[in-house]
């Protein structure tokens, strides 16, 4: 796989018992692709174990820095993937209702787009 995440649409709801801060049982934009995002993250936990062995194996530091840009990087890619699927998902079915949860979303995304772009 990639270091990037492509995403598509995703459409129908999560399995009964799931709970979020958006209501029981909300369907999230980033279901179809858990799993490959649950594997990226397994890989960069992996990384991140390996930058702090190598702080304690004191490697060079220059080594290091690379390292965690290669890390930061990859958390960069599930970020952008999971704002794409949030926007193709959730914006997209607040912006067919068109009420005040549209607005809502939109300022939520509008949100993580700023602390993401920092």
Same mark, same amino acid.
């Given at each position: @796989?990639?270091?990037?995440?492509?995403?598509? #649409?995703?459409?129908?709801?999560?399995?009964?018992?799931? =709970?979020?801060? =958006?209501? #029981?049982?909300?369907?999230?934009? &980033?279901?179809?692709?858990?799993?490959? &995002?649950?594997?990226?993250?397994?890989?960069?936990?992996?990384?991140?174990?390996?930058?702090?062995? @190598?702080?304690?194996?004191?490697? &060079?530091?220059?080594?290091?820095?690379? !390292?965690?840009?290669?890390?930061?990087?990859?958390?960069?890619?599930?970020?952008?993937?999971?704002?794409?699927?949030?926007?193709?998902?959730?914006?997209?079915?607040?912006?067919?209702?068109?009420?005040? !949860?549209?607005?809502?979303?939109?300022?939520?995304?509008?949100?993580?787009?700023?602390?993401?772009?920092?």
């Amino acid at each position: @796989m990639s270091d990037t995440l492509e995403t598509t #649409p995703h459409e129908g709801g999560a399995a009964d018992g799931e =709970h979020s801060a =958006h209501g #029981p049982a909300a369907h999230h934009g &980033y279901i179809g692709d858990k799993q490959r &995002y649950l594997n990226r993250l397994k890989r960069i936990e992996g990384q991140a174990r390996g930058i702090r062995s @190598m702080v304690e194996d004191e490697k &060079y530091c220059i080594d290091i820095l690379t !390292q965690i840009s290669a890390t930061t990087a990859a958390l960069e890619s599930v970020a952008l993937g999971l704002l794409e699927d949030h926007l193709r998902h959730c914006v997209v079915d607040a912006a067919r209702q068109g009420d005040e !949860q549209a607005e809502e979303k939109i300022r939520e995304a509008s949100a993580a787009i700023a602390r993401f772009v920092r």
